[in-house]
């Protein structure tokens, strides 16, 4: 039979190798267009942290020196605006940029990568995701701006940023929060996987923070609160971010990572769930070893000191867990790539928690009070186990979020060394310095005697940030070459929310 | 293979030796908790520096910044060869104290405590006592030993 075609005329045909143009909506709702946001503004956030990491400790050797000190005249407030840089404002915007910008980025979108891929649904709201993305790193910026501005700032180290920031920080962790619950809950699995559980209730411990943070701040500019109060409540902030916020983010992205890049199921899942039960009710009872004031009744700081004690129990269980998750396929730790930045997490997790465990201790925890052991152990804590939980997950996420076709090199193993070594290195002078800090405050020596003594130690750490600064660039490069010069790949995608299940067809397993 | 591959189990059940350890960790926490139920809190804030002269502060404060509880422990009960520090009102319990408290029943707390005497500033007689006088000034050290005349 005869088909009538209609003529063709060659001129009009579109050249073959010319995508058909498509509107693009301004904000992005493509199924990992948010996880993409929040990990490339992360590798971004880790480059300057680590940065801003190596001048704060370069300062740490000449604490009286004051780098910068500038007073802006301001047209419509007649006071000056002064902005300084010194040890204490550059220590500010290293701890902040270090768990706000990178640990909170790249931790929220692993934790999206992750969840999408565990409940085979894509994320709810996916363009409120994106904003949330935005809304985050722009308040980021604002508040890594306002710490260099005394005036500005709060008191506490990670309690800093004004109430204007915390303000616009508090919205988008709750769209995330509303998107990940909102997903889990409409997945068909009934029970969770253990990950996303740690995963949840990190979402929910930093919400609950940041959230009333965000009141406490506006409360405190607007009628001043008790400053006893608000010294109680920075420190309960300070344990509710750290230890459960980014504290089950980094279970829950490690949980994930080292299964799915060994390709071997989890060693035990009931043993992952007595973990998460451990950890949860243990880190919740922890908070109250932060409030430690006269005013507050001695046993109850206790029982929050004891509970610190026993969350030891779940950091060496997940540990042990995942580390046997690994049996058989040792010999991918040979070369740098995804499992090797999670197993060293998970060697980090083990070694905060023996710290966490004995910095607990009534008398280890009065002789090491104040000192550079604090700053140590955070370290090990944020840089070290969430830094590398994340690093974990950006090194298997990455060239699928960029649809990459990319393999770990050279600037790979540059991160993975550089990072290890440095923040290694950082937190074991912090460490040492804090214990030696401790014994000149036992031993009555003068302080200008003790700064002589502890100068080395502040060097010592300065060397080990320089050298994890050179590993963070090392990423942000690596980052770099694999979006310009890596060639196009196809990986699979999660099926739609409001879609069945289905398996996706070419490409790559995620 | 599919994205959304679900993560598999080796085991379903907890591990014998998870549960033996959580064991273990749980009752070293909670033996810790029943054996360190007295003492008193520091306060989070208005904490002097050692360093500092003038004004004596809160006494707990200077305990808790200079240190005194990393040897004599946290409720200043004594710690190993340390002694109490619970009984100063009743005068010294090392021996090597007995002439100091003799000689000076009043002040020899204070004395002592600020070490630059020549009578007790002999190492071997203070056994590790560090000297607080280049650290705390007289005023700190006169509000520490009138906080520890108070207990008991």
Excluded at chain 1, 125 to 134: E, K, Q, T, W
Excluded at chain 1, 332 to 351: E, I, K, Q, R, Y
Excluded at chain 1, 454 to 474: E, I, K, Q, R, T
Aim: aromatic share 8%; glycine share 12%.
């Amino acid at each position: 039979m005869a088909v009538n075609r209609p003529p063709v005329n060659p001129k009009k045909l579109r050249p073959y190798d010319q995508p058909p143009k498509v509107r693009r909506s301004l904000i992005p709702s493509g199924p990992d267009s948010a996880a993409t946001a929040f990990v490339v503004a992360g590798v971004v956030w880790l480059a300057a942290a680590l940065g801003i990491g190596a001048l704060w400790a370069a300062l740490r050797v000449v604490p009286d020196l004051v780098v910068l000190s500038l007073d802006i005249p301001l047209l419509v407030v007649p006071d000056l605006l002064h902005v300084e840089l010194s040890a204490t404002t550059a220590g500010l915007g290293f701890w902040n940029a270090l768990v706000f910008g990178w640990l909170g980025n790249a931790l929220i979108g692993a934790s999206l990568f992750a969840v999408t891929r565990l409940t085979g649904r894509r994320l709810h709201f996916p363009r409120m995701l994106f904003l949330a993305a935005l809304l985050w790193n722009m308040g980021m910026l604002g508040g890594l701006a306002a710490v260099y501005v005394p005036i500005l700032t709060a008191p506490g180290t990670l309690s800093a940023f004004p109430f204007a920031i915390d303000g616009a920080l508090a919205p988008a962790l709750l769209i995330v929060t509303a998107s990940v619950l909102r997903t889990v809950l409409a997945s068909p699995r009934s029970f969770p996987y253990p990950g996303v559980a740690f995963t949840l209730v990190g979402l929910l411990a930093l919400l609950a923070a940041v959230g009333t943070g965000a009141a406490v701040e506006t409360l405190d500019f607007f009628i001043a609160i008790d400053p006893t109060l608000r010294a109680l409540w920075d420190a309960l902030y300070v344990r509710m971010l750290i230890g459960l916020g980014f504290g089950g983010l980094t279970l829950g992205t490690l949980f994930y990572a080292v299964p799915r890049v060994t390709g071997n199921p989890l060693w035990s899942i009931g043993t992952a769930w007595l973990t998460w039960l451990l950890w949860a009710a243990f880190g919740s009872l922890a908070l109250l070893g932060a409030l430690e004031d006269t005013s507050i009744p001695f046993l109850i700081t206790q029982a929050g000191n004891a509970a610190g004690l026993m969350l030891l129990a779940p950091a060496l269980l997940a540990a042990a867990n995942l580390l046997l998750t690994v049996s058989g396929r040792w010999t991918l730790l040979l070369s740098p790539g995804a499992l090797a930045f999670g197993v060293v997490g998970v060697a980090f997790v083990a070694a905060a928690g023996l710290l966490g465990a004995i910095g607990a201790l009534g008398n280890v925890h009065s002789f090491v009070r104040g000192t550079a052991w604090e700053s140590g152990v955070l370290l090990w804590l944020t840089a070290g186990a969430g830094g590398f939980a994340a690093l974990s997950v950006a090194d298997h996420a990455l060239p699928r979020l960029l649809h990459r076709d990319w393999r770990s090199g050279l600037l790979t193993s540059v991160a993975l060394y550089g990072i290890f070594a440095g923040v290694a290195w950082a937190g074991f002078s912090l460490i040492t310095g804090g214990l030696a800090e401790g014994s000149l405050r036992v031993l009555g020596t003068p302080a200008d005697e003790a700064m002589g003594h502890l100068v080395w130690y502040a060097l010592s750490a300065a060397a080990g940030f320089g050298l994890a600064a050179l590993g963070g660039l090392a990423s942000l490069v690596d980052l770099f070459l694999q979006y310009t010069t890596a060639r196009r790949a196809a990986y699979a995608m999660p099926p739609e929310a409001t879609t069945a299940m289905e398996p996706a067809g070419a490409g790559a397993a995620n | 293979m599919t994205v959304h591959t679900p993560i598999g189990s080796q085991q379903r059940g907890v591990a014998g030796w998870a549960l033996a350890l959580s064991g273990v960790v749980v009752l070293a926490g909670g033996v810790y908790f029943a054996t360190n139920l007295g003492g008193t809190n520091p306060p989070i804030i208005g904490e002097p520096s050692p360093s500092g002269s003038g004004g004596g502060g809160n006494a707990l404060a200077i305990i808790t910044v200079a240190g005194c509880q990393g040897c004599h422990g946290p409720d200043l009960t004594g710690l190993a060869l340390f002694p109490s520090l619970r009984d100063v009102r009743n005068g010294p319990v090392s021996p090597n104290l007995q002439q100091l408290y003799a000689d000076q029943p009043e002040d020899w707390a204070v004395i002592w405590i600020t070490g630059t005497d020549p009578a007790v500033s002999d190492p071997l007689m203070r056994g590790g006592m560090p000297a607080f006088g280049p650290t705390l000034s007289p005023q700190e050290i006169i509000t520490v030993v009138e906080y520890l005349k108070t207990l008991e």
